[in-house]
Nanobody
Framework: QVQLVESGGDLVQPGGSLRLSCAVS???????????MAWYRQAPGKQRELVAR???????DYGDPVKGRFAISKDVRKKTLYLQMNNLKPEDTAVYYC?????????WGPGTQVTVSS
């Protein structure tokens, strides 16, 4: 069973930075290394959208709104996924969710709130 716990969400001013973490429990280090992991977000009244994804081969891709500002990374030995968010904007305000996929497994964390406001 895969369990994900996000952390790092906070209230931050526009232009600020945050780093989100997602701790993975259940899978082995090998399982984490071959999984595709991603960050999604959902703002009030909007659909959940892809923020960033990192594949088994460590290939990354990003949603258009965050390109050039956010960076996704994975520490396999620590079994932790990260999202470095820079130059935050009010429109980045949302609940951010961690996602883990491998074969038939598709797991989600409970989310962490990011609020960008002055």
């Amino acid at each position: 069973q895969v369990q994900l716990v996000e952390s790092g969400g906070d209230l931050v001013q526009p232009g600020g930075s945050l780093r989100l973490s997602c701790a993975v429990s259940g899978p082995t280090v090998t399982g984490v290394s071959i999984a595709t992991m991603a960050w999604y977000r959902q703002a009030p009244g909007k659909q959940r959208e892809l923020v960033a994804r990192i594949s088994r081969a460590l290939k990354t891709d990003y949603g258009d709104p965050v390109k050039g500002r956010f960076a996704i990374s994975k520490d396999v030995r620590k079994k932790t996924l990260y999202l470095q968010m820079n130059n935050l904007k009010p429109e980045d305000t949302a609940v951010y969710y961690c996602n883990f996929r491998i074969e038939e497994v598709d797991a989600w964390g409970p989310g962490t709130q990011v609020t960008v406001s002055s």
